[in-house]
């Protein structure tokens, strides 16, 4: 569809957003991982602070990264929108644009639902352990409060109303471009330079919803990725980013790309001889 609007005079951001984000998620694999990593490692008396401070370095990375793709969007909000710079495995897990809000939450619900004892609590050795690992960081998620868990529970109730919101206002945008240009194809007989205004005036309007809904979007991620931080204490939060880090890492493995590219690849041939 907006290949088709480009046709009528609608031209692409001249600067892909895909430079950006291979900066963004260089600087977060290479930077802030492993300094967050140390940090959580640390058991000297300045860790808290040291570790605090690298919480909110992460957190601050990843709101720059969405506030860097609403300005992308109101220069160009097919590209972020429908991004085709993001690869296979990475797709699946994308709502509009970006992650699926729902998987901050169910990173989350992973740590509340460890109960299980631990190899390391089974065979803990102080003198091992001094050296090796820090305690807090451990013990994070061992007895969540039932503060956070209810605050949990609100968050996802909140997203189950919110998330199908804005799929329908997405969807009612599109509706209502091609029900404005469909209407309009007839009377003007499919001819371009007549139907250049048409097309022009309802691709303007829906990118204009487009852009809000996109926005919109963002605004969800940041505010569940906030409120998260906002229950947890620092070594929770620091437990949760680094999973997530480490989730958005796993997403561009190349090796993992190349089994689920290889695993679609036979799963689409069965379905060919199957029909």
Sequence with gaps: MFKAIAL??????????KEYYSKWFKT??????????????????AGPILLASH???MHRHIL????????????????????????PLEKPFLLLGDLHPYLFINLLRSFLGDDSESEFESEFNPEIFDKQL????????????????TRVDQIECGLRLMVPALVARARDAQAAFVEKVAGEW??????????????????????????GVFVDANRLRRSVLSDILSVTDVYQAAVFLEGLA???????????VRQFEKCSLELQLIAEVSA
């Excluded at 009528?8 to 957003?17: I, V």
């Excluded at 977060?28 to 008396?45: D, F, G, W």
Aim: glycine share 4%.
């Design 28 to 45: 977060l694999k290479n930077v802030h991982l492993p300094q967050l990593r140390h940090a959580m490692s640390s058991s000297s008396t």
């Design 64 to 87: 720059n990264y969405y506030e860097a793709l609403d300005l992308a969007a109101a220069n160009d909000v097919a590209q972020v929108l429908f991004p085709d710079w993001r690869n």
């Design 186 to 211: 007839g009377r003007f007989e499919g001819k371009k330079e007549e139907m250049k205004g048409v097309v022009v005036e309802a691709a303007a309007a829906e990118m204009e919803e487009l852009v």
């Design 8 to 17: 009528f005079g609608f031209k692409k951001s001249s600067k892909p957003f």
């Design 134 to 149: 820090n305690w807090h960081v451990v013990m994070a998620w061992k007895s969540p409060s039932k503060k956070l868990t």
């Design 55 to 57: 919480v909110e370095v």
């Design 246 to 256: 480490q989730f958005l890492v796993g997403l561009r493995n190349r090796e993992l």
